[in-house]
């Protein structure tokens, strides 16, 4: 035998599985899938309690203007039956109408976000919608032009209201927020129900 002679022919046992991986491998491979998947339920967990609950709005327009409030206080959206004006109501008051069986307070929202402003003779109803709120036991419709859409937003992606309101009219707002590529004001209940 010469010495540093290498023998070559000896066998390797190697535990291969039918699938041509080995054992250690697949062991390997399934501790990554596993951790891989508590990271992103993690991450996910995180994500949410960093941006808070998520909050589902109500978009709607008075002409190209755009407008949401939180679905929490809306009860219904409906399109507007005959109203009946009030003599001597607040110029923001467009009437009383019947919502099945129980007398609702119409408020106009063109009105009501301009305050002082004479923005000519009442609106009118025609193809129009009647979004009905509720805040604080109390209870009334908003006559808007256009009802989009209900739209989930996570609490971190609503801004605070734009500097460009006026002062005047920023209470009525909560906030701001982007939805369909523009910026919509979030709308507070209890100030549009107490003008």
């Not at 080995?22 to 491979?29: G, H, M, V």
């Not at 605070?160 to 909560?174: H, T, Y």
Request: net charge negative; glycine share 10%.
């Amino acid at each position: 035998m010469r010495t540093g002679a290498v023998n070559t022919n000896f066998e390797v046992f190697d535990m291969v599985s039918t699938s041509g991986i080995s054992p250690l491998d697949e062991a390997r491979e399934e501790l990554l899938r596993e951790a891989s998947i508590e990271a992103q339920a993690s991450g996910r967990e995180k994500a949410q309690e960093e941006s808070g609950p998520a909050r589902s709005l109500l978009v709607f327009f008075l002409g190209v203007e755009g407008f949401a409030v939180d679905l929490a206080h809306v009860r219904k959206v409906l399109r507007p039956a005959r109203i009946a004006r009030v003599s001597g109501a607040a110029p923001e008051v467009l009437g009383l109408m019947n919502c099945e069986g129980e007398v609702l307070c119409v408020l106009d929202l063109r009105r009501i976000l301009s305050p002082g402003k004479e923005t000519g003779p009442p609106a009118a109803t025609e193809g129009k919608f009647v979004v009905v709120l509720r805040h604080g036991g109390k209870e009334a419709g908003i006559l808007v032009d256009t009802v989009r859409d209900a739209t989930e937003h996570p609490a971190s992606s609503i801004h605070p209201v734009l500097d460009s309101i006026d002062p005047s009219r920023a209470r009525l707002f909560e906030g701001t927020v982007a939805c369909g590529g523009q910026f919509v004001g979030l709308l507070s209940p209890s100030a549009c129900l107490n003008p």
